[in-house]
């Protein structure tokens, strides 16, 4: 059984999630989301995150659940990747579906 927020855990899913490169060390300078801070910064902070138990299906790490988060769901869906497990996958898979969606709905819904 797999932790809810297991493919939020492998450094090389975080990377290839966000169009870096797993095997160029190199990137941790750029900043690919430009909001200031290098790419080596928001892997640290995206590892407090994980740490502060994260809420289910807040996929941006905002510690909420809205309506960007749902975009993001919607964005991956229907995606099937367990090289590279898409956000969006919120059970013990590598799909974003229906199942993912009654799980995010609910975590919506709190
Ligand atoms: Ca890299
Ligand atoms: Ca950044
Ligand atoms: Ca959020
Ligand atoms: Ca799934």
Sequence with gaps: MLSKHYWATRPNDWESQRDLNPY?????????DNDGYTNLEDYLNHLVYIANDP???DFDEDYDVDNIDLAILAE???EDNCAVVPLGNLDSNCDVDF????????????
Aim: aromatic share 22%; net charge negative.
């Design 76 to 78: 991956h869906w229907l």
């Design 99 to 110: 199942k993912d969606f009654a799980i995010f709905a609910y975590s919506y819904s709190r």
């Design 55 to 57: 809420v289910t299906g």
């Design 24 to 32: 160029d060390a190199a990137d941790r300078n750029g900043d690919w």
